[in-house]
């Protein structure tokens, strides 16, 4: 069974930086495309970034491309976000996962972006 735990969230002002990371254990995590998704209050969980496997190709949604990075660690099983300009639509829970996801998820981490 795969254990995610995210870490790094917290409260940052408008135009602040942050980097979230990712810990898996118990799978190949260098196997697989992994994903950062997030989750707004009262809005469905959405993939904002992806890497494959070596890192070779990375996609962005629009809403966050040119202002997040994401990253991998193969030999740490870590996944990375570094989060720069962050408005405050960026407020959500921050989770990683593969993509597809597994049925598991780990418990994510608050990001909150207000002045």
């Known amino acids: 069974q795969v254990q995610l735990v995210e870490s790094g969230g917290g409260l940052v002002q408008p135009g602040g930086s942050l980097t979230l990371s990712c810990a898996a254990s118990g799978r190949s995590f260098s196997i697989y495309i992994m994903g950062w998704y997030r989750q707004a209050p009262g809005k469905q969980r959405e993939l904002v970034a992806s890497i494959t496997s070596g890192g070779g190709s990375i996609n962005y949604a629009d809403s966050v491309k040119g202002r997040f990075t994401i990253s991998r660690d193969n030999a740490k099983s870590t996944l990375y976000l570094q989060m720069n300009s962050l408005k405050p639509e960026d407020t959500a829970v921050y989770y990683c996962?593969?993509?597809?996801?597994?049925?598991?998820w780990g418990q994510g981490t608050q990001v909150t972006v207000s002045s």
């Open positions: 996962n593969k993509i597809p996801a597994w049925g598991s």
